[in-house]
């Protein structure tokens, strides 16, 4: 299982280390990318982010949930291509209610204090993304995937 | 920047390396040294900079972990790091600028090009011999690019498991390089002011001509032991004296010795006690203990380096470096070698399967059989020595002439020289071509192939049975013709399900064409050379094809004598089943024979897991240009040929050469053992078959009925 202990290593590494993540949502086959403030979980089960509802990327949620998310420690510099690591998520989004909103809230100022103003007001909405799968990308091209479900295999 | 022997402070030291700052010392204390220039190691981090070439190289260093890797595929990496630099050119103000200072300096005299890395003075590292240096050198275009080719050692193979070995940086390493006039001394050598035997004494080694003879260890010189309080000659051990290094019109060149050289010592009694008398004062300079390198022209001394030397005996550290030094193979030790493996070891190794195998083991009696089983088993073991100390190194042929043919041609691809080294008489493709025919009958016999297809093998006509036994013994599970039995007839279903395979897929290679191009191809490499060059370059290729052609054979001669102890074996463990009793000894024989031999470089697959964890795409190198998608079939013994089907994705730990006739039935090819002159890459190469190799773990992630896609041009592996 070293791999196994290797990828989580790294992806738990990523978590850590950086504050924000490209998300990608679609809306009648239409993509768009957009960044957010994300915070991931220990056992790599969730991630967690805010925005308005009035943003694009909260209405492609609406009609469909089904997102991705790329981390990344480049330095956009030259020695990212032999040193830099990027996961992305694959996952379905939940846009939390109220109740649970305030449950997670402590969790999500933790890592982005700052925000503390923004989250609290009630036209931002939490979301929590269900990872399913994730796809580690080091040494430029090598690509290994860690299901989140063994039986999903797709 | 370039710097002058008397422009030399202390505080260049870190610029221009240990070799270089000593030779400025040298000079200010009047010692006689050549004319030199320094070229320090900023120039050298500029030139990365400006060409790009410095993340280029770390990608390449990348793509797998060097402790994972072989020491071929480091060789590899080497080689396209190499490559890089010689396809890169200097930026138009570097160059300016050398060819303004060598002109200055030098006008239009050769020089030799040494390097001088700043780390090689750190503490416990001796870095002696094993960047490169070159020597006589003429021309600026051609002293330019011996300064990149001095750059890019820093990258060698050996180098860089050295560097690893004793745990130095590898990536931030830099290099100077010392440009000094060429000495074409009448004798030259190597002087200890301490004798690593005995420091009561000064050694000096001594040989005629340059000392690139000397230091390489392809001429042996004299010795002389000194007392270093008296300076008496304590005793003088004579070489044979055969042969000399000498400058050619481009390089050096080793020659035969003239007679009236062989009978005298190199230096006589007065220049022994100038040698002694100056190592003496250089120890006092430098206030350690030095070992000089040294060359007398016109009966005057030169003192072409000194160094402080790093271990009296033997320590770890000197023998880890002569270990990687041994990596460095000249073209003349290789020609020693070739003449040793063409004309006995080759021409043995035939001759002795042969004798093994006409003899009557059924006539043996028990005893006589016990000592024959053991005596097979020292021939074996005997060989497998002989395979590791003569024929690995001797692969070093073909990587010689990689050089050469880059240096000349400075090719995009620096395996382009694969190309050239095809030969049909390998015995492989003696193999594939006996398939073939197996195959064309079957193709055109109905009845054959309905009987092949129905399984039932005793029915086939005799002929058809002899030429597939003549097959397997020639080529298959050789043991087989002679033990008879079930090994016999698991291998002949396996031969006959590929032969199917093949009849229904026929794919031919076009020997004709694919000469012709190698013809065109070798004319193309040699009209690269002058007249009088061309009969090296000639020498450089012949070697090569000799050393291309014993990597892929070599295995199988090994296999032929191991059949043979395999057979003696296998009519002991008959009697064993047949006789009620066997004598004694046989007994004990056959139970302390191991069930197999351990093949050299053969791997053990690790055993699977389970995992969710999944690969997506796995890296390697790109080892045979192409794309396919297939089905994989993963193989971990040999039993798995027999179900191999057309189209295939052919995926193992290791191509062996015994298993590569399947290979004309497969979409691509992927190895977990690395190396662009492996077996799997070679024939992959020779049909044209997308190939990735050196992928780690592979066997593990893919499974056979994956749908996997080889991109032999990238060097990666995707998973469906």
């Known amino acids: 299982m070293e791999n196994l202990e290797h990828i989580k290593k790294n992806i738990l590494a990523l978590f850590s280390k950086q504050k924000l993540a490209t998300l990608s949502t679609a809306k009648d086959d239409k993509p768009y990318a957009s960044l957010v403030a994300f915070v991931g979980d220990r056992n790599l089960k969730t991630i967690l982010f805010a925005t308005a509802r009035t943003t694009r990327k909260f209405s492609n949620l609406a009609s469909n949930l089904n997102v991705a998310l790329l981390i990344n420690n480049s330095r956009n510099d030259e020695s990212d291509f032999h040193e830099a690591m990027a996961v992305t998520v694959t996952g379905t989004a939940e846009v939390l209610s109220e109740t649970e909103k305030i449950r997670h809230m402590d969790r999500y100022l933790a890592t982005h204090p700052y925000l503390a103003d923004f989250v609290s007001q009630p036209t931002c909405a939490l979301i929590s993304v269900k990872a399913s799968r994730y796809f580690l990308v080091e040494n430029f091209q090598k690509v290994m995937i860690l299901n989140m479900d063994k039986n999903n295999d797709s | ?720």
């Open chain 2, 1 to 720: 920047m370039i710097l002058k022997l008397k422009d030399i402070q202390e505080k260049d030291r870190s610029l221009i390396g240990g070799k270089g700052y000593a030779l400025s010392i040298l000079s200010r204390y009047g010692f006689n040294v050549p004319r030199t220039l320094f070229i320090t190691a900023d120039v050298y981090l500029d030139y990365l900079k400006a060409t790009g070439l410095q993340e280029r190289i770390l990608l390449a260093l990348h793509r797998k972990n060097l402790k994972e890797m072989r020491w071929e595929e480091v060789w590899d990496t080497a080689l396209r790091i190499r490559n890089m630099f010689l396809t890169k050119d200097l930026p138009d103000k570097i160059k300016s600028l050398f060819s303004k200072a060598i002109k200055n300096e030098f006008g239009d005299i050769s020089v030799v090009v040494r390097s001088s890395a700043p780390d090689e003075d750190s503490a416990a590292a001796s870095f002696a011999g094993l960047h490169e240096s070159y020597v006589n050198i003429t021309g600026i275009d051609n002293i330019l690019t011996h300064i990149k080719l001095v750059w890019a050692s820093l990258w060698s193979d050996a180098a860089l498991l050295y560097r690893q070995e004793l745990g130095l940086d590898v990536e931030n390493s830099s290099m100077a390089v010392v440009v000094q006039e060429v000495i074409s001394g009448s004798a030259s050598g190597v002087i200890f002011s301490k004798n690593p035997n005995d420091d009561s004494q000064i050694l000096i080694e001594s040989v005629h001509g340059l000392n690139q003879g000397l230091v390489d260890g392809i001429i042996e010189p004299d010795r002389w032991e000194i007392d270093r309080n008296s300076k008496t000659i304590i005793s003088h051990y004579e070489a044979a004296r055969e042969q000399w290094m000498m400058t050619a019109s481009d390089g050096i060149r080793c020659e035969t010795l003239p007679q009236e050289k062989i009978n005298a010592p190199p230096i006589n009694k007065s220049q022994c006690k100038t040698l002694a008398d100056t190592v003496l004062k250089s120890e006092s300079v430098f206030g350690s203990p030095q070992d000089m390198e040294w060359t007398f022209r016109d009966n005057k001394l030169y003192i072409l380096q000194s160094r402080p030397i790093t271990t009296t005996g033997t320590s770890n550290t000197e023998d880890k470096r002569s270990w990687y030094l041994s990596l460095k193979k000249s073209f003349d030790n290789l020609q020693g070698l070739r003449h040793k493996i063409e004309g006995h070891l080759i021409p043995d190794i035939i001759r002795i399967a042969e004798t093994l195998k006409n003899m009557n083991l059924t006539g043996l009696s028990d005893d006589e059989l016990s000592v024959e089983i053991q005596n097979r088993y020292e021939i074996n073991n005997h060989w497998i020595k002989v395979y590791w100390d003569e024929f690995i190194p001797f692969a070093h042929g073909v990587r010689i002439f990689g050089q050469f043919y880059n240096d000349t041609i400075r090719p995009v691809d620096p395996y382009e020289f694969v190309d050239l080294l095809k030969n049909s008489r390998m015995i492989s493709l003696e193999r594939n071509r006996m398939l073939e025919e197996l195959s064309a009958i079957v193709q055109a016999d109905q009845n054959i192939s309905s009987t092949l297809i129905a399984k039932k093998y005793s029915e086939l006509g005799t002929d058809f049975q002899n030429k597939a036994y003549a097959y397997i013994e020639a080529f298959g599970n050789l043991s087989c013709s002679v033990s008879g039995g079930k090994e016999c007839e698991a291998a002949l279903e396996t031969l006959l399900t590929i032969v199917l395979e093949m009849s229904r897929h026929n794919r031919k290679k076009d020997n004709k064409k694919a000469d012709n191009n190698i013809k065109v191809k070798e004319e193309a490499f040699l009209n690269h050379f002058s007249e009088d060059k061309r009969q090296q370059a000639k020498e450089y290729l012949d070697l090569a094809r000799v050393s291309y052609q014993l990597r892929d054979d070599d295995n199988i001669h090994l296999e032929r004598i191991e059949a043979q102890w395999r057979s003696a074996v296998h009519e002991g463990k008959k009697r064993k089943t047949l006789q009620n009793k066997i004598s004694l000894s046989l007994e004990k024989t056959l139970s302390i024979m191991p069930d197999q031999i351990e093949k050299p470089e053969s791997t053990t697959p690790e055993s699977t897991g389970h995992y969710n964890v999944k690969a997506r795409q796995l890296l390697g190198q790109a080892a045979g240009p192409g794309i396919a998608t297939g089905t994989a079939r993963v193989f971990t013994t040999r039993n798995d040929l027999a179900g191999f089907k057309h189209g295939e994705i052919l995926i193992c730990d290791a191509v062996d050469p015994t298993m590569t006739f399947v290979i004309p039935l497969t979409a691509g090819i992927v190895e977990k053992r690395g190396g662009m002159l492996i077996h799997g890459a070679i024939i992959a190469r020779e049909y044209g078959i997308p190939c990735v190799t050196g992928v780690s773990d592979v066997t593990k992630y893919i499974k056979t009925g994956d749908t996997v896609t080889v991109d032999g041009y990238l060097g990666i592996v995707t998973l469906k």
